[in-house]
Nanobody, 119 residues
Framework: QVQLVESGGGLVQAGGSLRLSCAASGRTFSNYAMAWFRQAPGKEREFVARIYWIGGTTLYADSVKGRFTISRDNTKNSVYLQMNSLKPEDTAVYYC????????????WGQGTQVTVSS
């Protein structure tokens, strides 16, 4: 059974930093794409960042480029999202997701972790 478990969310002031973690288990993710999405109240879920287990190629949404960094630790089967210079508009539930190469949609999701940025 595939599990993605996020942690690291919380309340932070604008300009502060948080580091989210996603622990993956239940299968081998070696050729998967791993991503972070977020959903703010009343808004649709949006893509934040993506990384491939193999090679580590990354992609970021324009809204977080230069402030957020996605990384992975293959030995711990974990993916991270370092968030710096946080803004109130970054407030959302952040979700970890996984996609195998055969899919265009992310087919595994975590339960989410709340990030709240106060002004």
């Amino acid at each position: 059974q595939v599990q993605l478990v996020e942690s690291g969310g919380g309340l932070v002031q604008a300009g502060g930093s948080l580091r989210l973690s996603c622990a993956a288990s239940g299968r081998t993710f070696s050729n998967y794409a791993m991503a972070w999405f977020r959903q703010a109240p009343g808004k649709e879920r949006e893509f934040v960042a993506r990384i491939y287990w193999i090679g580590g190629t990354t992609l970021y949404a324009d809204s977080v480029k230069g402030r957020f960094t996605i990384s992975r630790d293959n030995t711990k089967n974990s993916v991270y999202l370092q968030m710096n210079s946080l803004k109130p508009e970054d407030t959302a539930v952040y979700y970890c997701a996984a996609r195998n190469p055969a899919n265009t949609q992310y087919n595994y999701w975590g339960q989410g972790t709340q990030v709240t940025v106060s002004s």
